[in-house]
């Protein structure tokens, strides 16, 4: 799927340009980073948020051993003199996949749920034809499920009422009428779909509501309170106030403009930078999962992330490989209206890289400020992982 950046008059039309991307094969390399990561770093974000249809504001925090250095460029509020700080509450778009994935990984660990579980078994209501799936084949992106967010009669919906309030059940129905797109396991093909359907396994075999099982499972084991999946366009204080850019370079905050829980499990979650660097620490290295899940969820093949992050991309189980210049890390990016995002970590979990820009960027095909956010996020792994 092309995601468009349209002008903000028409943003309740493009949820689909902020929660999912149908990936490419595989990623190539970003442009080899400068010397000094640090200071290059620092440099890299004064230049994406000056150049034309940049975000108004930057932000990366590195964490070395538990030594954090945060550095930012431009501004939270357009009009003011506000820089983004790592305390205040962000959309984290689609690494919330990442934690449907730590949940889904977690109970496999623990013997309530196996990466064989089929659709059939435990989603009932849903197209026979989906029946096969397994809960491996959807982490990976390559079940076959149509992309919801893809649907004439889903945007219909967006443009007729950007808040509404929808089932998961409901969203899947927009493509209950489809058939796969592939056989499952043959191909990969990044679907929202994919993540809502992993969300419903979840629920099936705890009893409980999704969100309940986030706070079991990740949030309250990792203590980041910030932390949460709401049920409307909502944002708590202080929060990073998202834009789009118009034709003219104005920006317009579209921070609420949407409801996040459109995306769900696929993409409806909030957090912190710090909440995403504690996050993406303990799931990079397994702390969540046991052996067995963790072998298996690093089984990678080739996939984007949506968007791409920097370097060559690898799938793994709700989990990417970027191999980059300076070294490999596990992780996952983010687009919705207003925000774009990358988190990862080294394997150890000991030194990760959080950044972000309030507004979202055109990928497919790049703008300049996605290759320059994207030689941010290049830069962010080199100084987390050379210091």
Known sequence: MVRRHLPVRGVAAVILAGLALAACSSSSPSPAPAASPSSALQQELRELVAVPGGPPGAIALIDVDGQVDVSTAGVNVVGSTQAITPDETVRIASISKAYSGAIALSLVSQGKLSLTATVGQLVPGLPADWAPVTLAQLLHHTSGVPDYIKSPDFLQELQADPHAQLTPMQLLGY????????????????????????????????????????????????????????????????????????????????????????????????STAAGLDTFIRAYASGTLVDAAARAAQLQFIPGESGPPGPGTNSAGLGIFRY??????????????????????????????????????LTYDPPSTAFTELRQADELAVCAALRS
């Open 175 to 270: 493509v209950s009428d489809e058939p796969l797109l592939f056989p499952p396991g043959s191909r990969y093909d990044y679907s929202d779909s994919d993540n809502i359907i992993v969300g419903l396994m979840v629920e099936a075999v705890t009893g409980t509501p999704y969100t309940s099982a986030l706070a079991r499972y990740v949030t309250g084991p990792l203590r980041t309170p910030a932390t949460s999946l709401p049920d409307d366009a909502t944002l708590p204080e202080p929060y990073v106030h998202g834009y789009a850019v118009g034709d003219d370079d104005s920006h317009e905050d579209v921070s609420t403009a949407l409801n996040p829980a459109l995306a769900w499990a696929s993409g409806g979650m909030l």
């Open 323 to 360: 191999q980059t210049s300076c070294g490999t890390v596990y992780g996952h990016t983010g687009n919705f209206p207003g925000y774009t995002l990358f988190a990862a970590a080294n394997p150890a979990g000991t030194r990760s890289a959080v950044v972000f820009v309030n507004q979202q």
